[in-house]
């Protein structure tokens, strides 16, 4: 019996949450006294993850697995479950990977907890924590299958080293092609990623027109940071979609979320309520993010931000 990990990669590379996922999954084996095997598809290369605990890496190429297709990875998913005995398997959280988990899910006969946030509190009854309510509450869900499937939620666990020397085996999956494929794409403006931003910069309908969206940028730039919007301003067109936050949008589960002109509604709210600490740029006093806030300036962000870009340069 072993517990599988799956170690999402984009273009052949790891982002920090497959690093998480592959944290979780060791400490999940040692709880379970048995070890973990990671799979990859598509990954350029695999070394990484010894650092994390990996002991053993099964590595999955085929050429047509490199565009996306939720069905073909859960049918690749499920050999390699089987071929290795597992009867827990580890999943992250990214779009990709919630589409291939109830397929994975069905394939296995096993249940599947999503948004888990901390390691099983117990593992007779199989019990996890979970993120319920759109991030405001938690559950803890007992898994009564023989198989089950735990979905990680980001930033929830964290990264561990753990370096050992793990070895890498090919595996040869039989891929019955299945239709309908879609292109990986991880789009955002700048070079973050909203899901894998450690900082993400934000601005609302306060900034008044796409045209002040320069020093949002310039910030983000700054400290490395994604950029997001509030629901007005990508329906208004000022930003793209994808960077829309909140309970309609994509959720933010970043170290520091820094609002800029965004009032706080409980729809923008219900998206960073998992972020670690919150700062808040706001003319209103009585604008509700304040109340969600860690640090708040009540200011103008147009005399603001540009001092704030200043001071980081300077640093
Ligand atoms: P506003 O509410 O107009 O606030 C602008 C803020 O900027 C104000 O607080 C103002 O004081 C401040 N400001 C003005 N000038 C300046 C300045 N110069 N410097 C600094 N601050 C300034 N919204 C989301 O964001 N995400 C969602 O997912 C979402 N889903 C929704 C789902 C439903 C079903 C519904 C009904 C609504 C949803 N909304 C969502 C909309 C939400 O209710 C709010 O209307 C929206 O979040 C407000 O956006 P905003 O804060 O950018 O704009």
Redo the contacts with the bound molecule.
Sequence with gaps: MSVLVFADSTEGKFKKSAFEVVSYGKKVAEQLGSNVVVVTIDANSTEELYTYGAEKVVSVKNDSLSIFNAKEYASVLKQVADAEGSSVIVLGSSIDVLHVAPLLAVALDAGYASNVVALPSSTSPFTVKRKAFSNKGFSNTVISTDKKIIGVAKNSYGVHENAVSGTTETFEASIAESGVKSEKIDKVTGQVTIADAEIVVSA???LKGPENWGMIEELADVLGAATAC????SDLGWRPHGE??????KPVASNLYIA??????I??LA?INASKVKVV????PE?PFFKAADYGIVG???EVVPKLIEKLKAF
Excluded at 230 to 233: G, L, R, W
Excluded at 281 to 284: A, E, L, W
């Design positions: 609302g309908r306060g509030s629901k007005p301003v829309h936050v909140g309970q309609t949008g800029i002109g965004i009032s706080g509604a729809q923008h998206g740029i706001n003319t209103d604008a103008d962000a147009f």
